[in-house]
């Protein structure tokens, strides 16, 4: 167990393949770089170097699916960011940078694990859920899954357009969005705050009870989230969460 | 070797001091939690000293209330790479806890227990010797949930991830057990001094 573990520390080259806009203020970022194959969910540590030496480190979620032919990462552009701008303003195809991973094993998705999988994301929170979606449809389509997706406006929802193809074509999955700042576009999607009646609504139109549930984003969004999802009667051992915060 | 193109934000001169390698300042308080926040009553809360399964002392909220009282003022880091100056804590001193129960430690390693299923490893003697306290207090005022209340473990010089939230007490162990992260690919100690983030690390 601690050989891949040992092996996930160690620092490799990471070359930058493809930058991808997603939203104003969020890019993919397509990388080839040595790693094992990570879990759906997992992260990876990176590592900038300035000339005088000074180096900037962060975690990001991988966004595509365990053995995709690149890696990608979304990175949103942080106000006030010392990393983030780099990838948004910097970073080009051919460039490289150190990285080092897969990090994370609990919340991961496998196809072992089964479902019915709720997946509830807020913001930039779809990333690792977007790998775990990816997977799903890949190794296991049987399984189904629901992907709650509240962002501010429709503009700023990550993987829009995958997001609404796969809706459109996989009778598995099935997609709800929350706009917060901005009216629906659609009678099955909605725009409020993602809060216990509103989660009430949406699982009550799934008719599905979760096997596990993952929740991702702002901690504001993940203490809401899985409080309802508790009072809803989802068992509290059943929801994994991650909770993005500080700065980038 | 430079990445092209990167500048970044060195810290200023005292932060750079302060901050151990890999790790930015943050102001805010992040918080980090596998799952949901559990509801920990006080009318309920009891912390517990274990040798393995054997309780060795229990204290109710108002017993564990009335023990000696210490307070910390310092810094800490995350292995998600924040670190935050200046925090103050207020709780129980580990040294006071194993007085009250009257023991000597039976053992040179333990596990901290949390209500929501979580576990951490620490070696005993990075608790004794004011190292280490059960925080019921930060900033002031009572431990907020989000932030592990009614009662966390603090543990300032190793990565906060070994400050386990929810604490409901600490068991020692014969050997130096792995918990839930150090399972899952965290490193055994987590000196962040020594950037023990994963195992394989140094």
Not at chain 1, 193 to 222: H, K, M
Request: net charge neutral.
């Amino acid at each position: 167990m601690s050989a891949p573990f040992a092996e996930a520390s160690r620092w490799r080259e990471a070359l930058i393949e493809r930058v991808v806009r997603q939203t104003p203020r969020v890019v993919s970022v397509f990388l080839r770089a040595p790693l094992a194959e990570h879990q759906a969910g997992q992260h990876v540590d990176i590592r900038l170097t300035a000339p005088d030496g000074y180096q900037a480190q962060r975690s990001y979620s991988v966004a595509s699916a365990p053995g995709a032919a690149a890696i990608e990462l979304a990175i949103e552009r942080l106000d006030d960011g010392e990393v983030s701008p780099y990838f948004h303003e910097v970073a080009r195809p051919g460039d490289s940078f150190e990285l080092r991973g897969p990090i994370g094993g609990h919340f991961v998705w496998r196809p072992e694990d089964g479902g019915p999988i709720l997946l509830v994301g807020g913001g930039s929170g779809i990333v690792p859920l977007m790998a775990m979606e990816r997977h799903r449809a890949a190794r296991a389509p049987q399984v189904e899954a629901l992907l709650v997706y509240s962002a501010r406006s429709f503009e700023e929802l990550i993987f829009r357009d995958e997001l609404l193809e796969r809706r459109a074509r996989d009778g598995a999955f099935r997609l709800v969005t929350t706009t917060t700042r901005e009216p629906r576009r659609t009678a099955v999607d909605f725009d409020r705050r993602l809060d216990r009646t509103l989660l009430r609504e949406i699982l009550a139109g799934w008719g599905r009870a979760p096997r596990q549930a993952y929740v991702c984003g702002s901690n504001a969004f993940v203490e809401a989230v899985t409080a309802a999802l508790v009072a809803e009667g989802v068992a509290a051992r059943s929801i994994r969460a991650e909770r993005y915060g500080g700065a980038a | 070797m430079a990445t092209r193109g990167f500048f970044g934000r060195p810290p200023g001169k005292d932060a750079a001091r302060r901050l151990p390698p890999g790790q930015y300042e943050t102001r805010d308080f992040p918080v980090l939690s596998m799952g949901p926040t559990p509801q920990v009553e006080l009318a309920t809360w009891r912390f517990t000293l274990r040798e393995g399964a054997r309780p060795i002392a229990s204290w109710s909220w108002p017993e564990f209330e009335a023990l000696p009282r210490t307070a910390w003022r310092g810094d800490i880091h995350c292995v998600t790479k924040w670190s935050k100056f200046d925090t103050q804590w207020e709780g129980v001193d580990i040294d006071a806890l194993f007085a009250a129960a009257g023991i000597a430690p039976p053992t040179a390693f333990l596990l901290a227990e949390s209500y929501d299923g979580y576990d951490t490893n620490v070696p005993v003697a990075d608790l004794t010797g004011g190292r280490g306290m059960i925080a019921t207090r930060y900033d002031g005022a009572p431990l907020a949930p989000e932030h592990g209340g009614p009662a966390r473990l603090l543990v300032p010089h190793l990565y906060f991830w070994k400050s386990a939230k929810w604490v409901k007490g600490l068991r020692f162990t014969p050997r130096n057990e792995a918990g839930f992260w150090e399972l899952r690919g965290y490193h055994l100690y987590g000196d962040p001094w020594r950037e023990q983030r994963y195992t394989g690390d140094p």
